[in-house]
């Protein structure tokens, strides 16, 4: 059999929209603003097909004729967020995180400080499977924790993904990713056949919220953990920095940061320090 031709890249003469260098930067710069994504030159092709779709679904005919929308419709901003931003995520993503977990702040609140006050964020929740995650860790140690002072904010910039989230409802193949003393966590959904839902009492430790980390926080904490991982991947070092100092001041003494993989911390932030793979730990 012939090998196949390898496809040649887009070029802007193959594009079905007109896609100037100038349209890419001043999207490119959108972002950053509206989000701190800052957006490499190497996904010029993920931005035009990302957004191909709204030129579509608007009926407009060039990049630049969307570029003038976006500006004179705030409405169009959720919808370009949403379009760029990159949503992966999975249940029990980075396990070692919810052994941590479990072990430094499930298991001592079930054993010392049951009745009392503990708050998880997720912070770029993305369609909800970490905050889900988070919250099964907790009802399985802790049996009765909706009747507990035990809740989870869990925020992302993505509307579709807050919804999403909101809902509960995951694939039933999802079910692979989760270990399975957590599967009785899963119920058949009523409505779509091959879905599941995830279980009252689990969901129930949940509020999801839109949030742009970027933006003043709307809440005082302080967290007894925060989740933020594989959302730092897409901002720069100075937004990183400032986005770390911002979460140390929200974490109580004692409580933890648990980050991506791939964001280890350059530098020496004061009030924080490694604890674990990916995990830091607030000291002041
Ligand atoms: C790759 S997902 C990570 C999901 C989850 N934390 C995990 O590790 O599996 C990154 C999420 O960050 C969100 N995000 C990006 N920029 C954001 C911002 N400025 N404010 C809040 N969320 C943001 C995106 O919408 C996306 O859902």
Partial sequence: ?????????????????????????GLVELAYQYAGIALADSKRNLVYSRLSRRLRALGLRTFAE??????????????????????????????????HFRDHVAVPYARNKAGGRLRIWSAGCSSGEEPHTIAMVLKREIRDVERQDVRILATDIDTEMVARGTRGEYPSSSLEEVPRPYHEYFERSATKADNLVVARAVRSLIAFKRLNLMETW???????????????????????ANLIDRFTAMIR????????????????????????RTIYRRTA
Avoid: Q
Wanted: glycine share 6%.
């Fill in 218 to 240: 709307p809440f005082k904490g302080p967290f007894d953990a925060i989740f933020c991982r594989n959302v730092m991947i897409y901002f720069d070092a100075p937004t990183k």
């Fill in 66 to 99: 969307y570029r003038t929308y976006l500006d004179e419709t705030d409405a169009e901003r959720e919808n370009f967020i949403n379009a760029i931003s990159t949503n992966l995520t999975k249940f029990f993503r980075e396990s070692h995180h919810f052994d």
């Fill in 253 to 276: 003494p004692g409580g933890f940061l648990y980050i991506g993989h791939s964001e280890s911390l350059n530098g020496v932030h004061p009030g924080i320090s490694l604890v674990g």
């Fill in 1 to 25: 059999m012939p090998a196949a031709l390898p496809l040649p890249a887009p070029n802007d003469a193959m594009r079905e929209f007109h896609f100037s260098d100038a349209d890419f930067r």
